[in-house]
């Protein structure tokens, strides 16, 4: 017992050993990232640029109508040349699923790409260090000394000029964010006549303070603490998946450069810690794989130009799988790996549900509901009545021409409609049928019948609904 | 809570220690305790904006004003806004013209439901199909007492209906009663009963349901030789019929068809109307103040009989 009761102590002790050089970030230091040219550098301008289109989609005309518009009152998604009606919505379940799917295998085979190079949060926080650093300076002492600085002209012009533009730009998310859901000239309109409606100025108001707050002050802690993604994410690795790692083999015993050489007994890191003064989460990349990285590739460039300038091997730091730097071995072939193939059946199949939904778009809708009560009428002659509302959505551009007639049902005769029936585009007419059918002709309480909308003005439009005549049993 | 700085994390510990686990004193994250006090703080704003603290008689009002009742009416207020176009025009408008507005109409279908379910369902049932046997006019068949057309049908909202049919228990013999039902049910299905027509005849029941056993609209007796039954095409309650009669004073066992007047002001300003044009006048140089007392009971509004009658003409049935 006693014996146990030591080991565990000594076990303890271990723990304490192991986190004692272990550092979590919890706000308390603001980390200022050194901004260093590279390849990765500009992979991230390219992912942060797609932002692009989404953040003016809604300035620019498509089609004749706005390029991004979520039109919720006329119940329409237009994306560019994509028009999208809520009957079609299940098409955005598929989109939706492909986008999961996808973020799961681009994990497993390259880590938190979306993170380190596409994440809204990462991407708005990014915009706003470069502006930070342009004023405050690029490296946490130069930050440190113009936060110490007495307050002088220079000073605060700067650091009104940073909140200034900080504000502009979480103003301007707000704006476009508005814009996808309202036409964007008319909003521009409202929002300087101060006549917007509360509900604009609402999401405008939301999204500045979110913006600043989350991009200007809470950085890396939103993907620390409040991101479940980056949680998600971090589990969906294994031994194949490669990400920036440092090579602690090729690295270790890490030492100084001293006189200018090289010293042959030490490991090829030269502990200058670019790679840490470049992580945008603050994090010690040598440390191993770990919460904080959004594997963004930053300390990848950082230490390739180190190497440079050292006359050694760049990728000491470098996309790399554990089985490469632990087990000596090859990462397997990502067609190779279960998990791989699964996510790229499942990504398969939803394209290819989106594709046949794109290719199979009806330019109309066509429902016929059977009035639930009552049923069906006996009529004074002892015929039946059955009584339907038809619903046609007019998904085209232009004003559709409706005939209805019935078919499939001998005996039947249609009544209460009024010739033709004019559809306006986007819209949906429900008018009142009443199929009368003599009592000799129904043999059964159900039987089928065939509801024809002809467009007259478009025949090929014309379209069939299968419902049910209704009689006594 | 002691200082102990013996753990390497050089955070100080609250003293306490179980089989060798020190509990350590580490600080809050500080955007969490922030996140803290500016939720204490809205809680502050919350009270002082809003109502809030309950009082002896009554409760703090809040800067703002705002109680549940308020918002209810001014979203109502909005929801009447948005119907006021339809509804302005639908007062000018006769019934003729909604039935032939596809606007207009979808407009009265859709906002009668509610006005119908609370007025109407409870006797003739949702979609215009009363309970079996419960012995209310079906309004979803083409059958009508009292004419189908949306003028006869605004008329029969408007004054409301009274059947009449006197009980004929002392009148007749169970032989002369037996022969008529049989005359009755034989008419319902198209065969033809030379007996019981002359008795048809000679008893009088020809007075009110006409000369060819139809029915006459005018009075509201019912067609007795169609295949739809106002109360049962069950021998037994046929008998019943003839013997105790519909809406018979004396008779405790008579059957009641009452239809309530839903507005005495709308009943009056029709029959004028349909007298003028009777007349060749133009309706619409009647003399409302002449016509019309002032004091006319309206249980419901002109407008809100129009969009009924244009429902119910609409379940199926109208002419």
């Known amino acids: 017992m006693s014996e146990k009761k030591d080991n ?3 076990n303890v002790d271990e723990i304490y050993a192991e986190t004692s050089n272990w550092h979590v970030n919890a706000g308390g230091i603001k980390v200022v990232a050194k901004r260093m040219a590279g390849r990765f550098r500009r992979l991230k301008w390219f992912g942060m640029s797609v932002w692009l289109i989404l953040f003016l989609g809604p300035y620019f005309r498509w089609n004749d109508s706005q390029a991004i518009l979520f039109d919720i009152p006329n119940q329409q998604f237009n994306f560019f040349d994509i028009t999208v009606f809520p009957q ?5 379940s598929l989109t939706l699923l492909f986008f999961a799917i996808l973020l799961a295998a681009v994990t497993s085979v390259a880590g938190r790409v979306f993170c380190g190079y596409f994440c809204f949060q990462t991407v708005w ?7 930070e650093t342009k004023l405050e300076g690029d490296t946490p002492q130069k930050a440190n000394k113009f936060k110490n600085a007495a307050w002088s002209i220079n000073k605060v012009s700067r650091v009104l000029t940073k909140h200034s533009l900080w504000l502009i730009i979480a103003a301007l998310t707000g704006v476009s964010f508005t814009a996808w859901f309202t036409d964007a000239y008319q909003l521009w309109h409202d929002y300087l006549t101060l006549q917007a409606s509360l509900t604009a100025w609402l999401v405008l108001g939301t999204f500045t303070v979110g913006t600043y707050v989350f991009a200007g002050f809470m950085r890396e802690q939103v993907c620390f603490w409040l991101c479940p993604y980056a949680r998600l994410q971090g589990v969906m690795y294994d031994q194949d998946t490669v990400l920036p790692s440092y090579d602690a083999e090729r690295g270790e015993p890490r030492g100084k450069i001293k006189k200018g050489h090289l010293d042959t007994q030490k490991g090829s890191c030269i502990d200058c810690k670019v790679c840490v003064a470049v992580c945008p989460t603050g994090i010690d990349i040598r440390q191993g794989q770990q919460e904080g990285c959004i594997t963004c590739g930053m300390c990848i460039d950082a230490c390739d130009s180190i190497m440079e300038k050292t006359n050694q091997p760049t990728g000491l730091i470098r996309y790399a799988s554990y089985k490469e730097l632990h087990h000596n071995k090859n990462a397997v072939s990502i067609f190779k790996r279960p998990r791989v193939i699964i996510y790229s059946l499942i990504l398969m199949a939803a394209l290819a549900g989106i594709g046949y939904g794109f290719s199979n778009l009806s330019p109309t809708e066509f429902k016929v509901v059977h009035e639930r009560q009552p049923l069906f009428v006996r009529l004074s002659d002892g015929s039946i009545q059955n009584k339907y509302t038809l619903k046609l959505l007019n998904k085209t551009k232009q004003p559709l021409i409706i005939h209805y007639s019935i078919q499939g049902l001998d005996g039947a005769s249609l009544h209460g409609l009024r010739g033709e029936l004019t559809i306006e585009p986007g819209k949906v007419v429900p008018v009142t049928a009443l199929v009368r ?15 024809i909308g002809t467009v007259t003005s478009m025949p090929h439009l014309s379209i069939k609904y299968n419902s049910m005549f209704m009689g006594p049993k | 809570m002691a200082e102990n700085k013996s753990n390497p994390n050089e955070v100080s510990d609250t003293g306490h220690e179980w089989d060798g686990i020190k509990e350590l004193d580490n600080p809050c994250p500080r955007w969490w305790l922030n996140s803290l006090y500016l939720s204490g703080l809205i809680v502050v704003v919350y009270f002082v904006l809003y109502p809030s603290l309950p009082l002896v008689n009554d409760s703090t009002k809040g800067l703002l004003g705002w109680t549940q009742i308020k918002e209810y009416k001014e979203d109502l207020a909005k929801v009447e806004a948005k119907r006021a176009p339809f509804e302005n025009q639908l007062a000018v408008m006769t019934v003729e013209e909604i039935l032939a507005d596809q606007k207009m109409l979808n407009y009265s279908i859709g906002s009668s439901k509610v006005l119908y379910g609370d007025n109407c369902a409870a006797c003739h049932g949702m979609g215009g199909n009363p309970a079996a046997g419960s012995g209310y006019p079906i309004l979803a068949d083409d059958d009508w007492l009292y004419g189908g057309s949306i003028y006869d049908i605004e008329m029969s909202i408007a004054n ?5 049919m006197p009980a004929h228990s002392a009148l007749l013999n169970t032989e002369e009663v037996d022969q008529l039902v049989q005359f009755v049910v034989d008419s319902s299905n198209g065969v033809s009963n030379e007996a019981g027509l002359a008795l048809y005849n000679t008893k009088g029941c ?8 139809k029915g006459v609209q005018a009075m509201g007796s019912a067609n007795l030789t169609d295949k739809i039954w106002r109360f049962s095409g069950d021998e037994e309650q046929i008998r019943h019929t003839i013997l105790h009669g519909v809406n018979a004073v004396a008779d405790a066992e008579t059957r009641v068809a009452v239809m309530p007047q839903w507005s005495e002001k709308l009943a009056i300003m029709l029959e004028a109307r349909a007298y003028a044009i009777e007349e060749g006048e133009d309706p619409n140089d009647i003399d409302w103040d002449d016509e019309l007392e002032g004091d006319e009971a309206e249980r419901l509004t002109e407008t809100e009989i129009k969009k009924l009658a244009v429902y119910v003409h609409q379940f199926g049935g109208g002419q």
């Open chain 1, 8 to 10: 565990l102590v000594i």
């Open chain 1, 88 to 92: 079609d919505i299940w098409m955005l």
């Open chain 1, 125 to 131: 926080t990014d915009v706003y260090t470069f502006i």
């Open chain 1, 437 to 451: 059918v003599p009592a000799d002709k129904l043999s059964k309480d159900l039987v089928p019948i065939v509801f």
């Open chain 2, 160 to 164: 409301g209906r009274i059947g009449m």
């Open chain 2, 206 to 213: 020809v007075a009110c349901h006409g000369a060819d056993a």
